[in-house]
Each structure stands twice: as structure tokens, then as C-alpha cells.
């Protein structure tokens, strides 16, 4: 059914060259994928703060322990889920690729699950909410989301064969979700948005209803900007590396998923980059959902949302102009090598902010150069797991980029619930209160800790263990041994 449907002529992509082009990667892996992915961005950093001070979730009176549960429980089902997407990615054989087609499918998923997320019945007892925050939550995270994020981020290493357009598409794809984050989270919402979404009362704290209300507006917003995004994302992409077997035996085999585990995880390369995601995911998540709540309490002499929008901004320049620099630096470097030096002077320089944690300039210094720093990492690492993966194939003779692709997306989806479960068990531990004009000492540190320190311990462990990664040496000869084997494939099934 779904092959008939993504091979009619309406559905075909608009990619016709054999060579990746200026409007491919612009509207493909940029501008598609940045207004698709928009909407989890601010989800990511304000919709624990939804649930928290619109819902009342981390209200232990009324909620219990749910708030910090649930997401870290949801992790559960969100790695299951992207594991059954990356199943049907592994049985999808279309010509129009194996992943684009999931792009089709998400669209629906998507849009209900935003709807049902902030449709939470508001004058309901505790239970009935505890269930349809659950059930949605989950909608999103654990179905909805993984049908795109899975398709979207095995895109660059099915688009070619070519290390510098895979490059620069890799760099264009991850400036896509750093400008989604950097617009939508740090700019847009808290400089037009953040009295809209979270409505101040006269006398302090959050007007709930009102707030409630807006959310749903916005809501609609997102669903529109999320599925044009998908749709120039399917129509400006191409699979040209799942093209080069489509129709040949080897490709119509289906490989099990034990056996694309069973190699994997033999893998040394494999576990370094796979390890590097979840770190760098960990601390940037953790980093992003703390926010807007160090912002609102930590800052001194400066209004929450105003503090949120400049260090969005200011903290974005390096990273807006890391798009330009990423790949010339990886190029004359090294991926890895880039990465690793990066990553260290990002280290270094978050040091900074902790000189004076309640004064904005100094903090706003620390994150800029950290940023500086995060610029090679940010750009080129799904060229990194591209190269993994085709070191994989030379090795055993077929892609494991189903399984690869869902560890993948659960890490960059579950991460989501992980870090925002554990900033909920910190604010309820340390006695948060959003209806406090002011937070007390051990809120404020929690917070310190979350935006500014987990996120410099992943670095730095990082920086240690892709030290090890040397998959770049191996390049050119994976790709002779592919080609070899598909020449041999051809040749034997013109017989």
C-alpha cells in the first residue's frame, strides 16, 4: 500500500540529479527541515514548563512523583518505538527510498499527537490528567515523532557517496534543529511569546487559564509550520545510495534485526559515535529545559524572558556562523579531529560562566565561547555516523541503517524525557514553587547545575572517547569494497 502510494507521479521527489545541488541542500536539509522540526524544539524547552506551570504537575499534593516518572519510565516506550521504526524503514523498498516514504507517514501521526499534547483537560481530576498527559506524551515522543526523526536523520548517509556533499549536507541538516532550537526556543518564544504562553498575574506567578488558552493557539500553528516542512523535506530529498540496489537479490533480502545488532555491537566505531550522540544529546537537553527556568530564577537585575531572548541570540551567533565554518575546519582537519579540539576548548570556556552564575554578561561569555567551541560537533558528526555506517557495509556485506537509525532516534527522542525527568525530580526535590516572586537557594543551584554543569561533564568525556574514533582512515577503502560488491551483484543477476 504504501509503496503504490509513494511511487505515484504526484509523490516523486524533485531531485533529479545525480549530483547533490544548492536546492537540495537548502530546501531539502534546511529550510524544510527547520520549520518541521520547530515545534519539538519548543517542546523542548517549554513543555515541561507547561505541564509544570500551567498543569501543576510537579504539585506533589496532587501529582505525586508523576512528573519526574514519567518522562524518564516514557524513555521505555520511546526506544521501543523507534526501534519499530527502524524495522519499517529496513522493510521499505520503494524507488522513491526507504526512508522518504516515512516522512508521508509521520504527517498525520504528527498532527494529532501536538493536538491531543495540549488538550489536556484542564478542570479534570489529578487521574484523568495523569492519564491523558501520559497517552499523549507518549503519542508524540514514542510514535509520532520517531516516524519523522528516524527518516529525517537517515537522510545524509542514504543521499551519497561523495564525503563532501555528505559533509555539507550534514551541515545543513544539523543547522536545521540548531536554527529551529536557536529561533523558535531562544528567541521567538521568549521575546514575542513568553508573556503570551505563560501569562503573568499582577500580583506574581502564572495566570493558568489564560495561559492554558494561548497554548492551544499556538498549538495549531505548529501543526501547520510542522507539515510544510515535512512536505519540501520528502520532495527535495534523494536516496541515491539505496537507489544504487534497489532491484538487485542482495537488496531484497531482508537482513534480521539480531543480525544488524550482532554486528553493531561488535563494532568499536559504532559504540564511540552511538556513546557520543547520547552524551552530547544528554547534556544539550538537560542544558535547553533548564532554560528558561535559570533564566526566570537564577539572573539577577534582569527579567526572565528578556535574559532568555539575548542569550538566545547572542549565545547563537557562533553556532549561526559555524554553518560557514564547520566543514572548511573539518576538511582541513578531520572530523574527528575537529570534533575532539572543539569539544575542548567548549570545556574550557563554559568555565567561565561560573565565575559569577547570577550575572548575565559574564554567564553570557561562558556560553559563547562554549558555543564557539560545539561548532564542529554541532555540523559534522551525521557524516561521522554516515561513515560508520558504510565502514559497516564494507565489512559485512549489507547496511544496518534501520537498527543504527532507531538507536539513533531513541537517543535524540528519549533524551527528551530523561533529562526533563531528571529537572523534575530536581525542582521537586529542592521545593520549586511557581507561584513564588522568588526561589529558594536549593532550586537555584539545581539550576546552576542543570544549564551550566551537566552539559560541560559530557564534553568532557566526549573528548576522551572520540579520541579513539579513526573511522576516517578507512574511508576509501569502504567505498572500493562496496563498489566491488555491487559490480559483482549486477553483473551476476544481468547473467
Not at 565561547?369 to 558504510?390: E, R
Amino acid at each position: 500500500m504504501l509503496k503504490e502510494i509513494v511511487e505515484s507521479p504526484v509523490l516523486k521527489t524533485k531531485i533529479k540529479s545525480p549530483e547533490v545541488k544548492l536546492n537540495e541542500k537548502a530546501l531539502g536539509y534546511l529550510i524544510g527541515p527547520f520549520c518541521a522540526l520547530i515545534s519539538n524544539a519548543i517542546f523542548g524547552s517549554y513543555l515541561n514548563r507547561y505541564y509544570s506551570d500551567v498543569i501543576g504537575w510537579t504539585d506533589t499534593a496532587r501529582f505525586g512523583t508523576f512528573s519526574g516518572l514519567l518522562p524518564i519510565l516514557s524513555v521505555i516506550f520511546v526506544i521501543i518505538g523507534n526501534l519499530f521504526v527502524g524495522r519499517v524503514m529496513d522493510n521499505t523498498r520503494t524507488n522513491q527510498g526507504k526512508a522518504r516514504p516515512l516522512l508521508i507517514l509521520s504527517m498525520p501521526l504528527i498532527v494529532v499527537a501536538i493536538i491531543t499534547l495540549f488538550m489536556v483537560p484542564k478542570d479534570s481530576s489529578p487521574v484523568v490528567q495523569m492519564i491523558w498527559i501520559a497517552v499523549s506524551y507518549n503519542l508524540y515522543y514514542a510514535m509520532a515523532y520517531p516516524f519523522y526523526y528516524t527518516a529525517h536523520s537517515a537522510l545524509v548517509s542514504l543521499s551519497t557517496r561523495n564525503s563532501d556533499d555528505r559533509g555539507q549536507l550534514a551541515t545543513f541538516s544539523n543547522a536545521a534543529g540548531v536554527a529551529a532550537v536557536g529561533v523558535g526556543a531562544s528567541i521567538l518564544v521568549p521575546i514575542l511569546l513568553q508573556n503570551f504562553l505563560f501569562v503573568p498575574k499582577a500580583d506574581g506567578g502564572i495566570d493558568a487559564v489564560a495561559s492554558y488558552n494561548n497554548w492551544k493557539v499556538v498549538m495549531l500553528v505548529l501543526c501547520v509550520s510542522t507539515l510544510i516542512g515535512i512536505i519540501i523535506e520528502y520532495f527535495f530529498t534523494r536516496e541515491r545510495i539505496t537507489e544504487e540496489t534497489y532491484g538487485l537479490e542482495e537488496e531484497n533480502k531482508k537482513i534480521p534485526l539480531s543480525k544488524q545488532i550482532e554486528v553493531c555491537v561488535k563494532e568499536k566505531y559504532w559504540w564511540i559515535i552511538i556513546l557520543y550522540f547520547l552524551l552530547f544529546q544528554f547534556g544539550g537537553l538537560v542544558k535547553n529545559g533548564s532554560m528558561n527556568y535559570y533564566c526566570t530564577w537564577v539572573f539577577e537585575g534582569i527579567d526572565g524572558g528578556t535574559a532568555m531572548g539575548l542569550l538566545g541570540a547572542i549565545g547563537g551567533i557562533p553556532t549561526g556562523v559555524g554553518m560557514l565554518l564547520a566543514w572548511p575546519i573539518a576538511n582541513k582537519l578531520g572530523k574527528q579531529k575537529a570534533v575532539t579540539l572543539g569539544l575542548l576548548i567548549s570545556v574550557i570556556g563554559g568555565l567561565v560562566s561560573f565565575i559569577n552564575v547570577h550575572n548575565f554578561i559574564i554567564v553570557t561569555i561562558g556560553v559563547i565561547l562554549k558555543g564557539v567551541g560545539s561548532i564542529p560537533a554541532m555540523y559534522v558528526t551525521l557524516a561521522l555516523l554516515a561513515d560508520v555506517l558504510d565502514h559497516l557495509e564494507a565489512k559485512n556485506g549489507f547496511r544496518s541503517d534501520g537498527f543504527t537509525m532507531a538507536v539513533y532516534g531513541a537517543i535524540m527522542v528519549g533524551m527528551t524525557g530523561l533529562g526533563n525527568g531528571i529537572i523534575n525530580v530536581f525542582l521537586t526535590a529542592a521545593g520549586y514553587d511557581a507561584t513564588l516572586s522568588v526561589q529558594n537557594a536549593s532550586v537555584q543551584n539545581m539550576l546552576v547545575l542543570c544549564y551550566l554543569g551537566i552539559e560541560l561533564i559530557c564534553y568532557a568525556i566526549i573528548v576522551v572517547l572520540m579520541s579513539f574514533l579513526k573511522v576516517e582512515s578507512h574511508i576509501e577503502e569502504d567505498h572500493r569494497l562496496i563498489r566491488e560488491r555491487q559490480e559483482k551483484e549486477g553483473a551476476a543477476l544481468n547473467k
